[in-house]
T-cell receptor
Framework: NAGVTQTPKFRVLKTGQSMTLLCAQD?????MYWYRQDPGMGLRLIHY???????AKGEVPDGYNVSRLKKQNFLLGLESAAPSQTSVYFC??????????????FGPGTRLTVL | DQQVKQNSPSLSVQEGRISILNCDYT??????FLWYKKYPAEGPTFLIS?????DKNEDGRFTVFLNKSAKHLSLHIVPSQPGDSAVYFC??????????FGTGTSLTVIP
């Protein structure tokens, strides 16, 4: 099993350009998440999905859009990149909620720089 | 406003001693707490968790303690090993299965 994979690993954009980050998981998880990690800020939730065809906003959703057309894929889009979106982006997946098994499985991250 | 806080950005411990990492939270509705470990250039990996109905959970060298009245949890690593050197994040589950992460504590275990 590959677990959670993210494409691309690195990307440099100019202000105003658009791009899509792809996340794929092969664990048949219902939940998928996009986080960003910035120095001194920890991981902050951008958007998440509780199942195929669903999306919901997290703590910092502005400037991003997401889609979950297939259960195994979760796409994060930046329509018009800004320097404030320079960050490391992590995708994660997890099983449905409950008392146990709430841990998330993270991808290796995408380092995005917006000039 | 940070709902989960890790007030110590870094911690250094001698090999073989106990490492204690602390985490505070503000939302009393959080019902599940987790610790993740992160190496540079990798994604976080799950370490240990605890439900809000318990006050302690142990897994090998790792123990998590939860004090609900103080809204405080801690991770104890005994004995600490050089391979434990990493950044540790605590996280809490809120409504809708959203998770809130602290800012992380960088642990260095000195051989």
């Amino acid at each position: 099993n590959a677990g959670v994979t993210q494409t691309p690993k690195f990307r440099v954009l100019k202000t105003g350009q658009s791009m899509t980050l792809l996340c794929a998981q092969d664990m048949n998880h219902e939940y998928m998440y996009w986080y960003r990690q910035d120095p001194g800020m920890g991981l902050r939730l951008i958007h998440y999905s509780v199942g195929e065809g669903t999306t919901a906003k997290g703590e910092v959703p502005d400037g991003y859009n997401v889609s979950r057309l297939k259960k195994q894929n979760f796409l994060l889009g930046l329509e018009s990149a800004a320097p404030s979106q320079t960050s490391v982006y992590f995708c994660a997946s997890g099983r449905q909620g409950g008392s146990w098994g709430n841990e998330q499985f993270f991808g290796p991250g995408t380092r995005l720089t917006v000039l | 406003d940070q709902q989960v806080k890790q007030n110590s950005p870094s911690l250094s411990v001698q090999e073989g001693r106990i490492s204690i990492l602390n985490c505070d939270y503000t939302n009393s509705m959080f019902d599940y707490f987790l610790w993740y470990k992160k190496y540079p250039a990798e994604g976080p990996t799950f370490l240990i968790s605890i439900s809000s109905i318990k006050d302690k959970n142990e897994d090998g060298r790792f123990t998590v303690f939860l004090n609900k009245s103080a809204k405080h949890l801690s991770l104890h690593i005994v004995p600490s090993q050089p391979g434990d050197s990493a950044v540790y994040f605590c996280a809490a589950r809120g409504t809708g299965n959203q998770f809130y992460f602290g800012t992380g504590t960088s642990l260095t275990v000195i051989p």
